[in-house]
């Protein structure tokens, strides 16, 4: 099993600098537009034992999908850092602070 975030929430020019496909926005895009992103899908530990601990640090259970809305609030900071890196957690904490909702995605 891997694993994924998904994150929903308004466009902004903060939020664009983050998206994993800034490159190929419209230059028009609106401002407060709902987008959708993914977090941690190639975060480098890709099986089922780095899925399970990042379910834990994001507050989930990989295998209760009553878990899957995560509160970007109690996440274990120190580890989700540990676990992505840098630059994701940059990512995590940019969607966390403009508002998005996110949600664990479980792949397989």
Known sequence: ???EVLVIGPFSLKVARVLSYRDYLPPEHPSHATVVDSLF???GCCGSTA?????????????????????PNTVDLSTLQELVGAEEYKRFTTFRDHGFVFFFRPNG
């Open 41 to 43: 899908n190639d975060f």
């Open 51 to 71: 899925s399970r601990v990042l379910a834990v640090a994001l507050g989930a259970d990989a295998y209760d999908a009553n878990t899957y809305h995560i509160n």
């Open 1 to 3: 099993m891997s694993a």
